[in-house]
């Protein structure tokens, strides 16, 4: 214990303290242990928190994107899922009839080079001599579209025929019972004897969580369909992103959004790895591709585009992970690699670019002429050590930084416990433990060098089997965790949890942040442990102790911030780990504030079983809970829950001079 870094007021009263304390035990009549966290609080012993130290980390993982927070609800809209040799699967598409009554299937008759299968559908039966449910395709979104009553949806697709239409666009019931909008595409032979792009809005009279979208018809004939879209048309910024999922995020007030993988930027073979020129441009020219480390098609609606753009609406800072040609199983040699490191070079001037260089000029066609901002990129994902990353990374580091000095690069080398060999502005550090552990690691950082590159955690989570599929006990132990990681500040600059969002319908890793469905969503204690460190960064850490050592059960920081309307605070974070309530005497020293108890409070995350979690019947059974602090002062007499994460947030009043008076 430092006692040299204590105000001596608080040195002194915390001595005695401890020495009364250990005289007559360190537990109370009832049993519950008495500690005491010594804060002091004033401005010359305070430091400041990087700005970015909290950020999110999404990747294309268990659904996040498509059928997660991109809004597009049609799934394989352009038929592609199948591959690009035809006749090939069209699913989840779905024949609506009998095999006399229609045929559906794929040819290469689209008209996008890119994305060449189209749907033909051939309708044997006309008027009533079709099935009363009429005859052609439906698709059920990912795991059924929620339909809402009131609300707008974008249809835009692209058809053709042989012969006139009259085709039927319906949203239903998951049974197709129930028609919940509808509208009729009629055009003569002449006009569809090319591909025409047809797009209209369906109003929903009705809802439906698990509803599809049916085009049908009465009509004897063939007709291609391709690029199949259906958008809400109520979405976040209007952007395309589902807004009460990106709601979630913008409430975490994220610094950093790292994107877009993990893995799946690496793929597990190259080719099916995330490649970013096949992700901009018109959505319907994008062929797509199958993400072969989680197991899953995704259109590419979601593009390098689409993340900047998000992370723009959520005043986070992109931080872009690119593939520096690594897969799981492929290693570029790095006599080979140069196509690849322009090919990075290309996208930072897609970012930056004026709108009238290349790269750029596509970025202002897609509506935004300006630039976006760019100023942090990940070379490669958890691939050191493999073949060729070392020399690999030195040719994208140096020729990036020649072009654009100022971009902060990240290395997937750990630079904790060893010098680098090579150069970079930060290393990525990702852990995934117990509970208990992720508590532990707490103090990870107090040994790593302070010299060299910063720190970037950007995963984190507990995993094992203390998480449940979301537990209490596990988002304990990562606020211990970063509760250590704002005390080492000055050598880790940011950090992320990972994943952050899981569709229920198809959890590819567990535990996540954010679990959803088409219709609901709820966070984990994990999501919710992260509120209580949205003020961090930017923040004053003033410098803690807990006194005698209880650093197996207990952790605790302490930051000043002040909000939007300039009125400051002083947070105090604690953890107890522990299944003992803590008597707890917190001494506040050198604040040159008066506390405001009115506008204090105290909020807590906390529930009866260390293992409990949230889910859709009882979204809401583990969330902080807030309540006044009415009693708000530099000494504070506290019980800390076992099990529990708690804040006291003390609302600081100027101080006042007799001489304002
Ligand atoms: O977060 C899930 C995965 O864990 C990421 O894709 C990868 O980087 C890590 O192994």
């Known amino acids: 214990m430092d006692f040299k870094r204590m105000s001596p007021i608080i ?305 986070a800072s992109p931080v872009w992970v690119i593939n520096n040609g690594i897969s799981h199983r492929d290693s570029v040699k790095t006599t080979n690699i140069s196509p690849w490191v322009q090919d990075t070079l290309n996208s930072i001037e897609f970012a930056r670019g004026d709108s009238n260089s290349t790269w750029g000029s596509i970025r202002a066609s897609m509506g935004h002429p300006e630039p976006f901002q760019l100023n942090y990129m990940a070379i490669g994902n958890e691939n050191c050590g493999m073949n060729f990353y070392r020399e690999n990374y030195l040719k994208f580091y140096y020729a990036i930084k020649e072009a654009y000095p100022d971009i902060k690069l990240i290395t997937n080398c750990d630079g904790s416990r060893r010098t680098l060999d090579h150069p970079a502005d930060y290393y990525d550090f990702h852990t995934y433990t117990s509970a208990r552990n992720m508590f532990r690691q707490k103090d990870y950082f107090n040994s790593a060098s302070k010299s060299g590159p910063k720190a970037f955690v950007s995963e984190y989570a507990v995993t094992d089997s203390s998480a449940g599929t979301g537990s209490l006990l596990a988002s304990l132990g990562e606020a211990a965790f970063l509760i250590g990681l704002e005390n080492n500040s000055d050598i880790v600059e940011m950090a992320s949890y990972a994943p952050l969002f899981v569709n229920a319908n198809d959890r590819r890793w567990n535990p996540d942040a954010i679990v959803f469905n088409s219709a609901q969503m709820y966070g984990t204690p994990s999501y919710w442990m992260q509120h209580f460190f949205k003020e961090s960064s930017g923040a004053t850490l003033n410098p803690t102790w807990i006194l005698p050592d209880l650093s197996s059960q207990l952790a605790a920081s302490a930051v000043t911030w002040k909000s939007s309307d300039h009125a400051s605070y002083l947070k105090i974070k604690i953890v107890n780990i522990g299944s003992d309530s803590v008597n707890l005497k917190i001494l506040v020293s050198g604040l040159t504030h008066t506390i405001n108890s009115l506008s204090s409070s105290t909020t807590i995350l906390t529930s009866s079983n260390a293992m409990d979690e949230n889910s859709f019947l009882n979204p809401t059974k583990v969330v902080p809970q807030k309540s006044v602090l009415t009693d708000a002062n530099t000494e504070m007499d506290v019980v800390i829950s076992p099990h529990s994460l708690i804040s006291f947030d003390l609302a600081l009043a100027q101080t006042v001079y007799a001489a304002d008076m």
């Open 11 to 315: 040195a002194l009263y915390a001595v005695f303290l401890i020495c009364i304390s250990t005289k007559h035990g360190a537990c109370d009549l009832e049993g519950n242990k008495s500690v005491i966290l010594a804060i002091d609080a004033s401005a010359q012993s305070g430091r400041k928190i990087p700005d970015t130290l909290f950020g999110i980390f999404f990747e294309e993982i268990n659904h996040a994107g498509a059928g997660g927070i991109w809004a597009e609800l049609v799934d394989n809209r352009g038929f592609e899922a199948g591959g690009q040799n035809t006749p090939s699967d069209f699913s989840p598409w779905v024949i609506i009839g009998n095999e006399t009554t229609v045929l559906a299937g794929t040819d290469r008759t689209s008209p996008f080079k890119r994305n060449p299968v189209a749907l033909r559908v051939q309708a044997n039966c006309d008027g009533n001599g079709c099935p009363s449910t009429c005859v052609g395709v439906y698709n059920p979104g990912f795991w059924g579209m929620n339909i809402e009553h009131g609300k707008g949806y974008e249809l835009i697709l692209y058809v053709k025929s042989l012969d006139s239409i009259n085709i039927t666009v319906s949203l239903t019931t998951s049974d197709g019972l129930q028609t919940l909008a509808t509208s009729n595409i009629v055009a003569s032979a002449s006009d569809v004897s090319n591909w025409i792009k047809v797009q209209l809005e369906l109003f929903a009279i009705g809802s439906a969580p698990n509803g599809r979208l049916q085009l049908t018809t009465r009509k004897k004939g063939v007709f291609w369909l391709d690029q199949v879209s259906l958008m809400p048309i109520d979405t976040y910024m209007g952007h395309g992103f589902r807004k009460d999922l990106v709601s979630m995020l913008a409430d975490l007030k994220p610094r950093f959004i790292r994107f877009p993988g993990g893995c799946y930027v690496e793929g597990e073979r190259l080719w099916n790895a995330f490649r970013w020129t096949a992700s901009i441009g018109p959505w319907e020219e994008r062929p797509g591709h199958f993400g072969d480390v989680w197991n899953y098609w995704t259109d590419d609606g979601l593009g390098y585009f689409e993340f900047l753009q998000l992370a723009e609406d959520l005043g």
